[in-house]
């Protein structure tokens, strides 16, 4: 059995050294297990990428949320100061928003 060098670098030399059909077995096992182990590797890590993705996917969608939650109370307290001349109640307004800013971010 001849290997091409080029297209299987790492098991050409091993290879090169099986003499006889009990070394050749010999390989061809260790072989098998440690492709068996490299596969069961990547798969692991494979399961721990698709959760890291989905974990990451959670946070954006409530980095949205926020940002969402952020652009609504900014544009009613920028629509309440422009609202009224009156700076007392412009002033109660904004704090009265802010204030329910300030709750929504402790929960």
């Known amino acids: 059995m ?14 090169k050294k099986a ?9 061809m096992v260790e072989l098998s297990v440690q492709l068996e182990v490299e596969l069961n590797v990547a798969t692991v890590n494979e399961v721990f990428a698709e959760n890291k993705v989905h974990i990451l996917e959670k ?3 409530k980095a949205n949320d926020r940002i969402k939650r952020l652009e609504e109370i900014i544009n ?3 629509l309440a100061f422009f609202s009224d001349a009156s700076h007392r109640k412009v002033s109660i307004a904004m704090h009265t928003i802010l204030e329910e ?7």
């Open 2 to 15: 001849d290997i091409d060098p080029t297209k299987a670098p790492r098991t050409h030399a091993t290879w």
């Open 101 to 107: 800013f300030t709750r929504e971010d402790k929960l």
């Open 19 to 27: 003499y006889d059909v009990k070394e050749l077995a010999k390989l």
């Open 59 to 61: 946070e954006l969608e």
């Open 76 to 78: 009613r307290a920028s």
